[in-house]
């Protein structure tokens, strides 16, 4: 194989590699919309006040995110950090 046919098979190779790769992003990017969308109706943004703080925590106010887990209780899930 010369030179010339093994750069056209090389990006011939790279083309087709390429479309499949965008391809697949934009079905997954479509598929992702989809899981944003349906975890916006379960995810809040959480901010605490902290005045009195533990030993180890800090005084101050901390945002974050969280998941309802229960919305009849007001229950939500977040990282420790967020609530002091």
């Known amino acids: 194989m010369n030179l010339k046919a093994a750069v056209s098979k090389t990006i011939s190779v790279f083309s087709i590699v390429l479309f499949a790769l965008i391809s697949g992003h934009t079905r997954c990017l479509a598929e992702n919309q989809e899981v944003f969308s349906a975890a916006s109706k379960y995810t809040v943004k959480v ?29 939500i899930v977040t990282n420790a950090h967020v609530v002091g």
């Open 47 to 75: 901010r605490s006040v902290i005045e009195y703080p533990f030993t180890s925590d800090s005084r101050g106010v901390f945002s974050g995110a969280g998941f309802i887990v229960d919305r009849k209780r007001g229950w």
